[in-house]
């Protein structure tokens, strides 16, 4: 399913000859178009013709307009059930064009290119296509697998640092849910480089893999791939609504300092432990202020999670570090309690 690049792009070229599709679209938007694209194209080899789509960046274009928008642009190309679509971008790219392509004459194929760290480690990996709508994170989307994902590493190079430090929450949370070893990699370094964070890249790609695969359509072990979302889905949704979006790594890793204090008000944790993992967190992530927001705002953006089931907040929450359990009911007064331990941080 995932294979690493070579600088000559030779197993993506190999693979679309095996593959023989009538037609290949490209989707990217305006900073892979400029930063990525080149190296694509300049490493391509085929007879297939190919279109390229650009679309701008960002997290505010993933929605259901959009998705129309590609739609049309498909029909428009003449799309077949035989066309592939490439997806060169981060989350929103592989989210949103995913989606396109696996309604689109109920589904052509999709290959996935992520170019940020966390597409390479997370977003790209598990076939969740998905859509905002409402201000609500993914409440839109299907399961539908990429044909493969290719990574080139280099392309870490292209991006911001916060960027970057986005994705590295996603393998913070890799660490923490399932590979204590990885988190201690993980914190044991100094600065966030594209260099120091290339040899634990493939760990956490890994990591989700193999809970994807014994649990693909989200109905055990994969829920614990949550861990920090609930609470980071609902602060990121927040931020976005005021004008003010923050980047999906910094909503996690947020998330991932209330729910490390849910578990420890839960008692599945000690309280030793959970202060070792949010000091670590915040020599990565600085505090956010979300005193703004109310915890009735909040709460009711946590109950519209795709996992809630019968009203009621389901948590996966850590036993240990490299530990997680799933399905966690827990009491309003407790997740009160840790959005509250959030605010009284010191910046």
């Given at each position: 399913?995932?294979s690493?690049?070579?600088?000559?792009?030779?197993?993506?070229?190999?693979?679309?000859?095996?593959?023989?599709?009538?037609?290949?679209?490209?989707?990217?938007?305006?900073?892979?178009?400029?930063?990525?694209?080149?190296?694509?194209?300049?490493?391509?080899?085929?007879?297939?013709?190919?279109?390229?789509?650009?679309?701008?960046?960002?997290?505010?274009?993933?929605?259901?307009?959009?998705?129309?928008?590609?739609?049309e642009?498909?029909?428009?190309?003449?799309?077949?059930?035989?066309?592939?679509?490439?997806?060169?971008?981060?989350?929103?790219?592989?989210?949103?064009?995913?989606?396109?392509?696996?309604?689109?004459?109920?589904?052509?194929?999709?290959?996935?290119?992520?170019?940020?760290?966390?597409?390479?480690?997370?977003?790209?990996?598990?076939?969740?296509?998905?859509?905002?709508?409402?201000?609500?994170?993914?409440?839109?989307?299907?399961?539908?697998?990429?044909?493969?994902?290719?990574?080139?590493?280099?392309?870490?190079?292209?991006?911001?640092?916060?960027?970057?430090?986005?994705?590295?929450?996603?393998?913070?949370?890799?660490?923490?849910?399932?590979d204590?070893?990885?988190?201690?990699?993980l914190?044991?370094?100094?600065?966030?480089?594209?260099?120091?964070?290339?040899?634990?890249?493939?760990?956490?790609?890994?990591?989700?893999?193999?809970?994807?695969?014994?649990?693909?359509?989200?109905?055990?072990?994969?829920?614990?791939?949550?861990?920090?979302?609930?609470?980071?889905?609902?602060?990121?949704?927040?931020?976005?609504?005021?004008?003010?979006?923050?980047?999906?790594?910094?909503?996690?890793?947020?998330?991932?300092?209330?729910?490390?204090?849910?578990s420890?008000?839960?008692?599945?944790?000690?309280?030793?432990?959970?202060?070792?993992?949010?000091?670590?967190?915040?020599?990565?992530?600085?505090?956010?202020?979300?005193?703004?927001?109310s915890?009735?705002?909040?709460?009711?953006?946590?109950?519209?999670?795709?996992?809630?089931?019968?009203?009621?907040?389901?948590?996966?929450?850590?036993?240990?570090?490299?530990?997680?359990?799933?399905?966690?009911?827990?009491?309003?007064?407790?997740?009160?309690y840790?959005?509250?331990?959030?605010?009284?941080?010191?910046?």
């Open positions: 399913m995932i690493i690049l070579d600088q000559n792009f030779s197993q993506l070229n190999e693979f679309l000859n095996e593959l023989q599709p009538s037609q290949i679209l490209i989707l990217v938007d305006e900073n892979t178009h400029e930063y990525c694209l080149p190296k694509l194209l300049g490493n391509l080899v085929t007879d297939v013709s190919f279109e390229i789509i650009e679309i701008e960046a960002g997290e505010a274009l993933k929605t259901i307009e959009t998705a129309t928008h590609l739609w642009i498909f029909a428009e190309f003449a799309a077949d059930r035989k066309s592939v679509l490439l997806n060169v971008g981060g989350g929103v790219i592989t989210d949103l064009g995913g989606f396109a392509a696996s309604t689109y004459k109920r589904g052509i194929s999709f290959i996935n290119i992520p170019t940020t760290l966390l597409g390479m480690c997370d977003a790209s990996i598990g076939g969740k296509t998905g859509i905002d709508h409402l201000f609500l994170k993914n409440i839109v989307g299907t399961f539908a697998t990429p044909e493969k994902i290719f990574v080139f590493p280099d392309f870490l190079q292209t991006l911001p640092f916060a960027e970057l430090r986005s994705g590295f929450a996603e393998m913070l949370k890799h660490g923490l849910i399932a204590e070893k990885h988190w201690n990699d914190i044991a370094l100094e600065n966030l480089t594209p260099e120091n964070i290339a040899p634990f890249l493939e760990t956490s790609m890994l990591i989700k893999q193999n809970v994807v695969e014994k649990d693909f359509k989200e109905q055990n072990i994969r829920k614990t791939l949550n861990f920090g979302h609930t609470i980071g889905h609902a602060v990121e949704s927040l931020f976005l609504q005021k004008g003010k979006p923050i980047t999906h790594g910094e909503a996690v890793a947020l998330g991932m300092i209330c729910e490390t204090h849910l420890f008000l839960e008692n599945l944790i000690r309280e030793k432990t959970a202060i070792i993992i949010v000091n670590n967190i915040l020599r990565f992530f600085p505090y956010l202020p979300i005193t703004e927001f915890t009735d705002e909040m709460i009711t953006l946590m109950k519209n999670d795709k996992k809630n089931e019968a009203g009621n907040i389901n948590f996966s929450l850590l036993v240990g570090i490299g530990e997680c359990k799933f399905d966690c009911l827990v009491s309003a007064r407790n997740i009160t840790a959005l509250h331990y959030y605010q009284n941080l010191t910046a």
